[in-house]
Structures are given as structure tokens and as C-alpha cells.
């Protein structure tokens, strides 16, 4: 058995070789050089097992014996497609697994996107180094863009490729673990081309709802540890709707101004107003430290806005799975979008 793992892991080294030499002449091509990046990160996955019986950690063991009881869950009760993501883990030093760049002009609130084979337009461009990231974020700004960068944990390639757990996505307990699993698995269980906030906001809500009841169902967190989380995540939730609240002043703002010195100018007051009122939430946190533009905007419409329309559905499904995802399917249909 081990001579047949090191032969797999010797013929995928061979394979990475070829296809660097057979695409050095494309490496300043995006696609390609995330591509690379890519195979790279399969090799260096290890087994499920085998990084729980070699971790020292006795935090991340726990965490890691858990992922295969996260998904059955996430499987069997919330109805998400079954694949092999997640049967790897990918050990890293890393604060994330991508470095994802958002943009959007200094003078409206449209994201700018980027359009890719299969997946269609995106609100974002991730890469596996920083440095690349950084150069784009500094190519945007200089092109007069808002830029807002961040750090993902994990991501999913919507099944083309076998996503690993990464240890970032351990590091903030069962909890967090579980909502990241279960949101990357909604992505590969439902995923609406060029639809890219849609498919966030469903991934967030069934992440969130998923990750409570697998912590209930699993006996690991008692009422009182719930409660907590649930409080951290209603703070969470007041901090996003005090942004989204500035979404439609700042739309009216850039509807109305003549330039865009005058929009810019204009701005300045709106987010001062914004920071005055968050810093209420977080007292002890320097005014200094909340940095808002247009990017940073979007991002809290596009990931933590709970669209009325879930919670709708899952009204209407009355707690039954099966049901909301075909009431979602119908949704989807109503809106002619394509798979």
C-alpha cells in the first residue's frame, strides 16, 4: 500500500514538471498560473487519517477526527451533495488559503467583476500568493478603483478539483469549522452561473442554520455555549446592517453627483458618519482602526446580507430540507437563471 501511495505521489510530481514546461511560455496568464497553483496544493495533501494520527495538536486532532461526522450531517440533514472535498487536509503556516481582491469604482456601487470559463462572471479574484494579490489590489487603485482585500480560510472549486481542509479553517473551533464546511459544500450542491451574491448569500445562510444544528444534534456545545456563539454572531449581524444601512445614501450620493471629485468629496462625511457609528458597537476599539470604501461596502451585501427571500423559503419548507431546496430550485427557475 505504501509503495502504491509513493508511486501516485511520484507520477503526480512528474505531471506538475510536464505541465510547468508545457505552460512556461503562458505563466503571465492568470488562469494558468492559479492552475499550477492548484496541483500544487493537491500534492501536498495528506489523508483524513492520516493527519489525525500524525497531528500533535490535540485541538486540531479533535477538529480533524470531526470533519467526516460534519459532512454525514451535512449530507444526510441538510441535503448537500456528497463528493470526496474534504476527505485532505493541507497544512499551512498561511493566515488563509487565497488572498481574495474585490473592486469597485470610487463613484458607484457596482462591483467590478471577472469572467471565467464555466463559472461565469465573478465580484472577485482569488490567488494562492499574497504578493500576487497585493500587485493587482495596487493595479486596481491606480486605475481609480476602491480595492478591499481578504483573507478566505477555504474556498471551493465547485467540484472540479478535491478541496482539502486547511488549517486555517481550525484555528476558531467547532463552531467556525463547521459553518465554513457546510458553506463550501452548499457551493457544490448549488451554484447559479453569474449569479455571484446569490450564491454567497445562500451559502452563508444554509452555513450558519447547518452549523447550529449540527453543534445541537452533536451534543458538542450545551444552551449556554450556543447562546454565546449566537451572541457573538448578533453583534456580527448589527456591525454588517450598520453598513448595509449606508448602502442606499451612498447609491443616492453617486446618483446625484455631477463628477467624481464631487462624489469623493461628498463621501468623506458619509463615511465618518459610518465609522462615528460603528465604533458605538466596539467602544474600546480605536476609530482609527475602521477603514470603509466602496469594496469594503459591497462585501457586507454580499456575504452577510440574510436576502428576505431564504428566509422566506425556509419558512415555507417548515424546517424540512428537502423541501427548501426545491423551493429555492423553483426560486431560481423564476428568475430564468442558468445552472
Not at 505563466?27 to 501536498?44: A, D, P, T
Request: proline share 4%; hydrophobic share 35%; with cysteine.
Amino acid at each position: 500500500m505504501a509503495k502504491s501511495k509513493d508511486e501516485k505521489h511520484l507520477k503526480n510530481r512528474y505531471l506538475l514538471i510536464l505541465l510547468s514546461f508545457f505552460l512556461f511560455p503562458f505563466q503571465g496568464c492568470y488562469i494558468v498560473k492559479q492552475g499550477v497553483g492548484q496541483f500544487k496544493l493537491r500534492l501536498e495533501q495528506v489523508p483524513l487519517e492520516e493527519a489525525i494520527a500524525n497531528e500533535k495538536n490535540s485541538k486540531y486532532k479533535q477538529l480533524l477526527a470531526s470533519i467526516p461526522k460534519i459532512k454525514q450531517f451535512a449530507i444526510h440533514e441538510l441535503k448537500l451533495k456528497d463528493n470526496d472535498n474534504y476527505s485532505d487536509y493541507f497544512a499551512t503556516s498561511q493566515k488563509g488559503i487565497a488572498f481574495v481582491v474585490t473592486a469597485c469604482r470610487k463613484n458607484e456601487l457596482i462591483p467590478h467583476t471577472w469572467w471565467f470559463p464555466i463559472i461565469g462572471s465573478v465580484p472577485y479574484k482569488g490567488y494562492f500568493d499574497e504578493e500576487d494579490a497585493l500587485d493587482l489590489e495596487k493595479e486596481l487603485q491606480t486605475d481609480g478603483y476602491d480595492t478591499w482585500m481578504f483573507v478566505a480560510p477555504a474556498y471551493s472549486t465547485l467540484g472540479w478539483f478535491k478541496d482539502p481542509i486547511t488549517t486555517p479553517m481550525l484555528e476558531r473551533g467547532d463552531y467556525y469549522l463547521a459553518e465554513t464546511v457546510i458553506h463550501e459544500m452548499t457551493h457544490t450542491t448549488l451554484y447559479i452561473k453569474d449569479q455571484g451574491d446569490f450564491n454567497e448569500q445562500l451559502a452563508s445562510f444554509v452555513g450558519q442554520k447547518g452549523a447550529y444544528l449540527y453543534l445541537k444534534k452533536s451534543n458538542l456545545y450545551d444552551d449556554g455555549q450556543i447562546r454565546k456563539i449566537k451572541k457573538q454572531k448578533q453583534r456580527s449581524k448589527e456591525f454588517a446592517q450598520i453598513i448595509r444601512n449606508y448602502i442606499p445614501i451612498l447609491e443616492e450620493l453617486y446618483q446625484n453627483s455631477e463628477t467624481l471629485e464631487e462624489a469623493i468629496k461628498k463621501r468623506k462625511a458619509i463615511f465618518s458618519s459610518l465609522v462615528d457609528e460603528v465604533a458605538t458597537l466596539y467602544p474600546h476599539v480605536p476609530k482609527t482602526h475602521w477603514k470603509f470604501n466602496n469594496a469594503r461596502i459591497l462585501q457586507y451585501r454580499r456575504y452577510h446580507s440574510e436576502q428576505k427571500i431564504f428566509n422566506e423559503l425556509w419558512g415555507k419548507s417548515r424546517g424540512d430540507w428537502s423541501l427548501f431546496w426545491k423551493l429555492v430550485s423553483e426560486h431560481v427557475k423564476e428568475k430564468k437563471w442558468l445552472y
